[in-house]
C-alpha cells in the first residue's frame, strides 16, 4: 500500500474515483426525480383494490388521480358503478400458505404480549425466536408488582424457563392468535385484555385458557399452517360483549372455522387452485365464506365456499395497479439506475445471499445459478457497455504512451459508466496534433512526436510576440 501510495497512479485513482461517485449520486438522483415527474404528471393514473362486502358481493375500488385530487368509486365485476352507501366491506383475515418461506422476525414480531382481564392483570409476552418457525414460550409478569411469575409451554405453567425440548417448537410467522376481547387501563397503561390463545406449535393447534392457566390440544382435519381470530360486532355497536369471536384456522388443505372454545363451526376444503397460495378469508353475512388470493401478474381468484363447503362459484379479477415487479424488470432498473459491475455484483451477492437465508436456495453457487437465469440480459448488457468503455480509456492511454493504461481500463471496467465519466473528468487532457512527419496523431505535452520522436515546428510567428 506504501508503494502505491507514493506512486503516481494512486492520486489520481482517488480523483477519479472521487468524481466517478458524485456522478453515479447525481444521475441516481435525476432518474428517481424524473421517475417522479412522469408519475405525477400522468393525466389518468388508476390504482384498483379488490373489496368483499359484507353481504357477500365482490367489488372493484377504483381510484382515479384527476387534477392532483385522487377521487374513488366503486364498481361490480361485470362493471356496474356501486353507490358507496351500499359498500359494508368485510374484514379480512390473512391465511398464509403452507409453503411460506421461513423468515426473520422484527422485534415487535418476536415478542408480543396482553393482559388478562383480571382488574389488577397478569402480563402474557410470548417470546420467540429471531426466524420462523423457530421455538417459543410465554413470560408472565404481575400487573401490580411487576415482578416475575412464570413461564408457560406445552407442557402449562412453570416458575422457570422451560428449556429448548420443552418449548413450543416450529411455531410460524402466522401461528399465534390471542383472543383480544378488551382494553385494560390498570396499572397505567392500556394493554389488550385476552381471554384464550390459539397457537400453532409441535405440529398442532393450541388453545391456551388465559384465566385458568390451561392448555389442551384442538383438533382440526389435518396439520395446520395458520391462524386468525374473527371478531364480528353482531348489533352493529361498539361494546366488546356485543361481538362474537371465532378462531380460523388453515391447515394444508382445508379451513376451519372454530368458536372461542375450540369447537368446530365449519370445514370446507381449500380450491386446489389455491392449496400453495396466500389466502384473505371473508365470512360474511350471507350464507358463503369467500376466498380471495392475488397474483404478482395484477389477477385475484374469488372463490365463494356455500354451506356444504363447496366452491358454487369462482371469478378471476384483473386488477390495475396490483402487478409486481418481476426479477427481469427489477435487474433492468438497477442497470439503469447503477450501471457499474462492481456495484451490481455487490447487489447480486447480497440477493443471493438473502435467498439463501430465506430457504429459497440451498447455497450461493444455486442463488447466483438462478440470480442469472432470470437477469442475465441486464447482467450482459451492462458488462458489455463497461467492457467497450474500458477498451476506449486502454486505446486513450496508449495513445500517451502511458504505462497505467491496463491499471485504468480495469478501474473503467468496475466502475461502469460512472467510472469513464470519473476518469475523463480526472485531469485536464493535452491537446493533440497530427505529425508532420509520421502522420500520427501524438500529444502536444512535450516537444517532440510521441511515435517518430521528431520535433513539431515552432508556433509561427505573429509578430506581436516579446522576447526577453
Given amino acids: 500500500m506504501d508503494r502505491l501510495t ?41 390504482n384498483e383494490s379488490l373489496e368483499i362486502t359484507r353481504d357477500g358481493r365482490a367489488l372493484i375500488r377504483h381510484m382515479q388521480k384527476t387534477n392532483g385530487m385522487w377521487r374513488h368509486d366503486y364498481r361490480s365485476l361485470s362493471g356496474q358503478e356501486v353507490s358507496d352507501a351500499t359498500v ?59 415482578q416475575l411469575v412464570g413461564y408457560f409451554g406445552p407442557h402449562g405453567f412453570r416458575p422457570d424457563l422451560p428449556p429448548a425440548d420443552e418449548q413450543f417448537s416450529d411455531v410460524p410467522q402466522w401461528g399465534y392468535a390471542p383472543i383480544l376481547t ?41 396439520e395446520p399452517v395458520s391462524v386468525a381470530w374473527l371478531g364480528t360486532n353482531e348489533h352493529g355497536g361498539p361494546a366488546f360483549d356485543r361481538t362474537k369471536y371465532r378462531v380460523v384456522v388453515r391447515t394444508r388443505d382445508n379451513i376451519a372455522l372454530l368458536d372461542v372454545k375450540g369447537a368446530t363451526l365449519r370445514s ?66 438497477v442497470a439503469l439506475v447503477v450501471p457499474a459491475p462492481l456495484v451490481e455484483a455487490f447487489y447480486y451477492t447480497t440477493e443471493a445471499a438473502g435467498h439463501v437465508e430465506s430457504g429459497d436456495a440451498a447455497s450461493m453457487a444455486e442463488a447466483f445459478a438462478q440470480t442469472f437465469n432470470q437477469c442475465w440480459p441486464a ?31 480495469l478501474f473503467v471496467f468496475l466502475m461502469g459508466v460512472p467510472g469513464a465519466i470519473g476518469y475523463w473528468l480526472h485531469r485536464q487532457w493535452p491537446v493533440t496534433e497530427r505529425c508532420a512527419h ?17 520535433e513539431f515546428p515552432a508556433p509561427e510567428l505573429k509578430g506581436i510576440e516579446v522576447f526577453a
Fill in 6 to 46: 507514493r506512486s503516481k497512479l494512486f492520486a489520481p485513482l482517488v480523483l477519479a474515483a472521487t468524481l466517478a461517485l458524485g456522478a453515479q449520486g447525481i444521475w441516481g438522483f435525476a432518474c428517481m426525480w424524473t421517475q417522479a415527474v412522469i408519475g405525477a404528471g400522468m393525466i389518468h393514473p388508476v
Fill in 88 to 146: 359494508n366491506s368485510a374484514t379480512a383475515l390473512y391465511l398464509a400458505a403452507p409453503t411460506a418461506k421461513p423468515d426473520w422476525l422484527n422485534w415487535n414480531q418476536r415478542i408480543q404480549g396482553f393482559a388478562d382481564t383480571r382488574n389488577w392483570p397478569t402480563y402474557w409476552f410470548l417470546s420467540r425466536d429471531a426466524r420462523a418457525p423457530g421455538n417459543a414460550y410465554f413470560v408472565l409478569y404481575d400487573g401490580q408488582t411487576r
Fill in 182 to 222: 378488551a382494553a385494560n387501563y390498570g396499572g397505567g397503561s392500556e394493554w389488550n385484555r385476552a381471554s384464550a390463545v390459539y397457537l400453532i406449535g409441535n405440529s398442532k393447534l393450541w388453545r391456551i385458557d388465559i384465566e385458568g392457566r390451561a392448555i389442551q390440544t384442538v383438533e382440526v382435519p389435518d
Fill in 268 to 333: 370446507f376444503p381449500i380450491p386446489a387452485p389455491l392449496g400453495e397460495r396466500d389466502i384473505r378469508f371473508f365470512d360474511t353475512e350471507a350464507t358463503d365464506v369467500v376466498l380471495t388470493s392475488h397474483s404478482t401478474r395484477g389477477d385475484a381468484d374469488v372463490y365463494w365456499i356455500d354451506e356444504a363447503g363447496g366452491a358454487d362459484r369462482h371469478e378471476n379479477v384483473q386488477i390495475s395497479g396490483m402487478k409486481a415487479v418481476d426479477n427481469e424488470s427489477a435487474a433492468w432498473l
Fill in 379 to 409: 447482467i450482459l448488457a451492462v458488462g458489455t457497455l463497461s467492457a467497450l468503455l474500458a477498451a476506449v480509456c486502454y486505446r486513450h492511454r496508449r495513445r500517451y504512451a502511458d504505462r497505467d493504461g491496463a491499471a485504468w481500463a
Fill in 438 to 454: 509520421c502522420g500520427a496523431t501524438a500529444p502536444r505535452d512535450r516537444d517532440g512526436c510521441l511515435v517518430c520522436a521528431a
